[in-house]
């Protein structure tokens, strides 16, 4: 079986991601480390496939990505989709969030996250405590806020 998360092949490039991150990034990251946001770990410049996620929790099987301005071109936007796409498909729950949004909010991006820690749902069929097997994405354009899984 092929490995999924943290392949070999991507460690220099997880490890020069981690070693350069924005100031965002940063930001975010002294206030996910640690189980600081309810008791989740989170792992930084994760990847899963092919794909190298900024902040990932895996027990919840969400992904928290900061965009910046290449993500604001016709490309990047439907790169992002196709990306978001396909790790929904592997059960992996995306949020995007604006750079800008981590700079003037931090709070009310962390109460976002926050309020997807623990939403894991059932598939229509299965109980509670069976394992899903996949989840909604709950990934967004930049700049619009998320609601919450109900």
């Known amino acids: 079986m092929a490995r999924l998360n943290n392949k070999k092949s991507l460690k220099e ?10 100031k965002e990034e940063q930001l975010l990251w002294l206030q996910l480390k640690g ?11 994760h990847s899963y496939g092919d794909f190298i996620l900024d902040f990932y929790c895996p027990e919840e099987k ?21 990306r978001d796409s396909a790790l929904t498909l592997c059960g992996i729950r995306v949020l995007r969030f604006e750079n800008r949004e981590v700079r003037e909010d931090i709070l009310g991006v962390l109460r976002v996250i926050g309020e997807y820690l623990g939403t894991i749902k059932s598939p ?16 967004r354009a930049p700049s619009t806020t998320p609601q919450p899984p109900s």
């Open 13 to 22: 490039t997880r490890k020069d991601l981690r070693n350069n991150s924005t």
């Open 62 to 82: 969400l992904a928290v990505e900061l965009d910046g301005s290449p993500h604001y071109t016709q490309e990047g936007h439907q790169s992002d989709l196709e």
């Open 35 to 45: 189980r600081r946001l309810k008791g989740k770990k989170f792992r930084r410049q």
């Open 124 to 139: 229509v069929g299965q109980k509670d405590d069976e394992p899903p097997d996949g989840s909604v994405s709950t990934s």
